[in-house]
């Protein structure tokens, strides 16, 4: 397992000695890509944790590092800090947060229900009111500010989207927002790391390299979610909303032809968005309909400092995780392939 490393500061910077901390609590709500990610980092910090996940999975497996690498089979080794609940707002599972509690920090990472409404402020809004917890977060998305046209989004920008599912997320903003826990409200773009990269794709020769004139992309590295996270819970912000997304958006061609030159292999023709978009899935081609770049400047203004300030170096450090340490990034620095 590679070695961790703080999710809030460059790479090659020397990790400066954690500052000491009491210990913290966590309810983690939904053990997804973004969850158990936090999970890791949480235990390594000595935390204790409770995550929720879907009743009917594996929950033995949920606990994997790095993040959805682990086989579906595997099973960990008990964690005395950690404890896995269920929760399934469809079939009315609900943990009892009362015996579970206090939590010094609760962060929602679960999506809207069908009908957009929040699973977690409908079944749990209550106890959660109860229990006053000194800090909530939620995980949304940038696809509220909807098309801009390339333009660029900041957190003083109204929502706009008329995507189906952007409007549910700002449903479910609103709800938090009026639900007495004074949440801080982190808006995600395209989210990206081991385990959920192009590196597979190309591999498997799955990966398509669609070209439409003028779109660019948003984008953060999981890492930086949870660095994130864990830097606006330490200094208490809260009861507002924050972009957290690299510095540098730009056409997925650039992401995928940096990842196939890290690879060394070729990439798949290139096919024009109109020509394929009518044989697109509804949420593939709802990415393509809006066109905008998400400013970070707030989220850097509160000293936050991005692990990896563009996609990049993400990349590297994701393909330097899934293959195990057998990638070494110095090799392609020296072919003038990657600065640094």
């Given at each position: ?295 970070n400047r707030r989220l850097l203004s509160w000293g936050y400092v ?35």
């Amino acid at each position: 397992m590679a070695e961790k490393v703080r999710a809030d500061v460059n790479p090659g910077v020397p990790e400066p000695e954690r500052p000491q901390r009491d210990p913290q609590r966590w309810l983690v709500l939904g053990g997804g890509y973004c969850g158990m990610r936090l999970v890791d980092q949480l235990l390594d910090l000595g935390d204790a944790v409770v995550v929720t996940h879907r009743a009917g999975t594996n929950r033995h497996a949920i606990h994997q590092s790095p993040a959805s690498l682990a086989p579906a089979t595997w099973s960990p080794r008990p964690i005395p800090q950690l404890q896995v609940v269920a929760f399934d707002s469809v079939q009315g599972i609900d943990p009892d947060l009362g015996a579970l509690g206090p939590f010094t920090a609760v962060l929602s990472t679960i999506p809207p229900g069908d009908a957009g409404v929040d699973p977690v402020l409908d079944r749990l809004g209550a106890a959660l009111r109860r229990s006053a917890p000194p800090w909530v977060g939620y995980l949304s998305t940038s696809g509220v500010y909807g098309d801009l046209q390339g333009g660029w989004a900041d957190e003083s920008l109204p929502p706009r989207s008329r995507i189906t599912r952007s409007r549910h997320r700002i449903d479910c903003e609103a709800a938090w927002r009026a639900s007495g826990l004074a949440p801080l409200i982190l808006r995600l773009p395209g989210i990206y790391g081991p385990g959920r990269s192009p590196f597979s794709r190309l591999n498997q020769r799955r990966a398509r390299l669609i070209h439409k004139p003028g779109q660019v992309f948003s984008r953060v590295h999981v890492d930086d979610v949870v660095g994130a996270v864990l830097w606006c819970q330490r200094h208490g912000y809260r009861d507002t909303v924050v972009n957290v997304c690299d510095a540098l958006p730009c056409p997925s061609s650039e992401l995928l032809g940096l990842a196939a030159r890290l690879l060394g292999c070729p990439l798949p023709p290139c096919e024009r968005y109109r020509d394929v978009k009518a044989a697109m899935g509804p949420m593939a081609r709802s990415f393509w309909l809006e066109n905008r770049r998400v400013s970070n400047r707030r989220l850097l203004s509160w000293g936050y400092v991005l692990r990896y300030p563009t996609y990049r170096e993400g990349l590297v450090a994701t393909l330097a995780e899934e293959s195990g340490g057998d990638f070494n990034p110095a090799h392609h620095r020296a072919d003038g392939l990657l600065a640094g």
